[in-house]
């Protein structure tokens, strides 16, 4: 018999991304959970930023006496007043470890549990010590604390399961449960609008690949813009990519597209964030979308492109291989990673081969890249509807309340 969700519950959801304020998978996956949540409870957000002006909607500015210092501290002390102002609510659900301190501090000063979304792992980001200097050992100690502490522990793929455990051994496994992330087929779905992809510098009438993804270590674009090199050379490579997390990164890529648009044409650049309806232009017009992530727990913008009907080459890691079914929503990419927590290729040469043969493949045969496409589109509906991850995430949140 399904559970009967108590329209009174209060459930005071926090995070550091909310719109207007997402860059990131985390931020687009809070969002759409909300919308979806908000149907039978009352759920309180509360987020980084400026003020919101959504109802029951807060945002919150970084104290200005943590103004110069590292930045994980002024992320404390964010969370500080986000867990002072969720007296009252039932349970508090934390998103990423900018927030888990918050979760982890209002459990305890209002004696309430606390649920925590994973959408990454410190561990197996160590790259971000160079974007945080010495806050990354106080985010690697937050995310821990509140993993271990957490009532509960929701993993966005099995494969995010498997990692959780091995990374935090003393989480006892009947805790952590996995509920995928989802995809609203509403808003994304395949929009024949080739006159705006044209503008934005595609030609839907020659093969293309598109990546869509931050400038970071684990996205892998380092080694697509040296895969690109090995395509035929009527293929274009779109780039929606910006944010970089490290001047170092940013300089790397720059210098890798430059040398790229030596070699050959079709080679377009797009670092502002697109509004969806051009986005959505871009990937519908795509020959297929790729995914080169080293690190990726399951990857919304691989079920963004499914959704809007492109194949997806993705790397056979993390959660994308319980996104893309291989041979039939597209193609998975082989990798041996080194087990350091950086998700470094052991053999960098063959990745970026391995990944170009599998993107050469797909845009030389459109027929097969439409099929492909086609049963993304299904697989999306099929399986990462929000309604059914709304459910399952209030079954859980009603677990936890019953002990």
Not at 7 to 27: F, I, K, N, W
Not at 82 to 90: E, K, L, S, V
Request: proline share 6%; with cysteine; charged share 25%.
């Amino acid at each position: 018999m399904p559970l009967r969700y108590r329209c009174s519950m209060r459930v005071d959801l926090l995070t550091r991304e909310y719109p207007p304020e997402v860059y990131g998978g985390a931020g687009v996956h809070v969002a759409e959970l909300v919308r979806a949540l908000r149907r039978d409870l009352e759920v309180v957000v509360r987020c980084f930023g400026a003020p919101r002006d959504e109802a029951g909607t807060f945002g919150y500015a970084t104290p200005a006496e943590f103004d110069g210092r590292n930045a994980a501290l002024g992320t404390m002390g964010v969370d500080l007043l986000m867990a002072g102002d969720a007296a009252g609510a039932d349970l508090v659900h934390s998103h990423t470890w900018y927030a888990n301190f918050a979760g982890f501090t209002a459990k305890r000063l209002h004696d309430i549990p606390h649920v925590v979304t994973a959408h990454s792992l410190e561990p197996l980001r160590p790259w971000k010590a160079e974007q945080l200097g010495g806050g990354y050992r106080l985010s690697s100690w937050v995310e821990r604390t509140a993993f271990e502490d957490a009532d509960a522990v929701i993993a966005v793929s099995d494969g995010m399961r498997r990692d959780i455990l091995r990374a935090y051994p003393s989480i006892d496994p009947s805790r952590v449960q996995v509920v995928y992330n989802g995809i609203d087929l509403a808003d994304w779905q395949p929009n024949h609008d080739a006159e705006t992809a044209r503008a934005l510098g595609l030609d839907p009438d020659r093969p293309s690949v598109i990546f869509v993804g931050r400038i970071t270590r684990q996205k892998g674009l380092p080694y697509l813009l040296r895969a690109a090199r090995l395509l035929p050379a009527d293929v274009q490579l779109v780039l929606c990519a910006g944010a970089p997390d490290t001047e170092e990164i940013m300089t790397e890529v720059t210098g890798l597209v430059d040398e790229l648009r030596e070699e050959r044409g079709g080679v377009v650049w797009i670092d502002r964030h697109l509004p969806r309806n051009e986005l959505t232009s871009l990937l519908t017009a795509a020959t297929v979308f790729v995914c080169p992530s080293v690190y990726e727990p399951l990857g919304i913008v691989n079920l963004e492109a499914m959704a809007c009907g492109a194949p997806v080459v993705g790397t056979a890691t993390g959660g994308i291989p319980e996104v893309v079914d291989d041979g039939v929503t597209g193609v998975l990419v082989p990798i041996e990673q080194a087990d350091d927590g950086t998700g470094t290729p052991l053999d960098p040469d063959a990745f970026v081969a391995d990944l170009a043969a599998a993107l050469a493949r797909v845009v030389n045969d459109p027929e097969r890249a439409r099929a492909m496409g086609a049963a993304g589109r299904q697989r999306a509906e099929d399986h990462f509807a929000w309604d059914a991850i709304a459910a399952r995430t209030r079954e859980l949140y009603e677990r936890v309340l019953a002990g």
